[in-house]
């Protein structure tokens, strides 16, 4: 095992074998996470970067079998925010000490080119400092090129499993495994600092997914990787479906850390909606992000992805005391800082 271990930080290449047998977690899974917590601190030290969430739209085109907001949900409540509210919501993150924004919404097609390009704009203008991180699903190439331009410095899109056959069973058809690539590639190469992810525990995800995506990390290099258990959402066909485990995840999470010393994981919103400590224990696993929610109260519950989805106490941005005490108690603390990665160095 920790022969294992020492060959994965050293960025030696694992076999299938050593891969799967890591993934399943047959031994003492402390020694990972502890190994984990010790590749960060050679990294990041102990410091925690936040990013100020703010979710610009909960109306999305897709039909995604897990989520919350999939667009035949007719009892997801819709909103959309305006430049205004938006900038409303920056500037009290500001005061609060972020210095990363991260709008995030459904792929909703009122957000367009423009419209996107034109709100990047006013956020760097009024914060030259922070960095503009973008979460808006997938677009035309020239799309995200012409949001680099205006100035955002990030894009997430979660792969969401490097498994295309998995892929195929959480998504409808018209959503193409292929596409989501190609989307990744694009924004890497266009020079966002680029973020995937996955959710473990989704339904059909075996052993291979999760292998899958480990290799799929390898190849790709991300700056940041979001890592979260699957959590059924009420209204979706996964209703019924099981979540994914907090040991399971947390596993996945040390081993991200292993694979890409150098890149940015969150302690996830997800993570700490299955268990009372889950973002503390993400980050003696290895992560080192955490991303409260700065969007208007009023539409937080709105943003329904899953059931229980917390957004007050602690996941709230007005709860940063409160957060800042509990990372301390943890043994890290929370940075004010635009927290980049540090992808090879
Ligand atoms: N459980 C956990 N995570 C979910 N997401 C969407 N629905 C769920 C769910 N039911 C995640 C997806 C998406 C991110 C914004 O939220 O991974 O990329």
Redesign the pocket.
């Known amino acids: 095992m920790r022969g294992l271990l020492d060959k994965l930080a050293e960025g030696c290449e694992l076999t299938e074998q050593e891969w799967k047998f890591l993934i399943a977690g047959s031994y003492d899974r402390n020694l990972l996470y502890a190994r984990a917590d010790e590749v960060r601190r050679k990294h990041y030290g102990t410091n925690v970067y936040i990013r100020g969430l703010i979710e610009i739209t909960s109306y999305c085109r897709n039909d995604?079998f897990?989520?919350?907001i999939r667009c035949s949900n007719t009892k997801a409540r819709r909103y959309r925010l305006s430049e205004e509210e938006i900038l409303a919501c920056c500037d009290s993150g500001y005061q609060l000490g972020f210095r990363t924004f991260v709008l995030?919404g459904g792929e909703d097609a009122f957000f367009t080119t423009e419209r996107v390009a034109q709100i990047v704009t006013a956020v760097k203008e009024k914060y030259p400092d922070c960095a503009v991180t973008l979460s808006l699903g997938e677009r035309e190439r020239a799309v995200y090129e012409a949001w680099y331009q205006a100035g955002a410095d990030r894009y997430l899109l979660?792969h969401?499993t490097a498994s295309k056959e998995h892929y195929e069973k959480i998504h409808p058809q018209e959503l193409r495994y292929e596409h989501r690539i190609q989307c990744l590639q694009d924004l890497k190469q266009i020079g966002y600092q680029t973020g995937c992810?996955f959710?473990v525990g989704s339904p059909y995800q075996s052993t291979e997914a999760l292998l899958a995506d480990m290799q799929f990390l390898r190849k790709f290099q991300p700056h940041m990787v979001g890592i979260?258990?699957?959590?059924?959402?009420h209204d979706t066909p996964f209703r019924e479906c099981a979540q994914g485990s907090l040991t399971q995840t947390l596993t996945m999470v040390a081993l991200t850390r292993l694979l890409l010393p150098g890149t940015l994981l969150p302690a996830t919103t997800?993570l700490g909606t299955i268990h009372p400590e889950g973002r503390e224990l993400g980050l003696k696993a290895g992560a080192n992000v955490v991303m409260p929610n700065l969007s208007p109260a009023a539409v937080r519950s709105q943003y329904s992805?899953?059931d229980r989805k917390a957004c007050t106490g602690d996941e709230a941005a007005e709860g940063l005391e409160s957060l800042k005490r509990r990372v301390e108690a943890a043994g890290y603390q929370v940075v004010t800082d635009r927290g980049d990665s540090r992808l090879g160095q």
């Open positions: 995604c897990y989520c919350g995030q979660r969401e992810g959710m979260g258990p699957f959590i059924p959402h997800a992805l899953y």
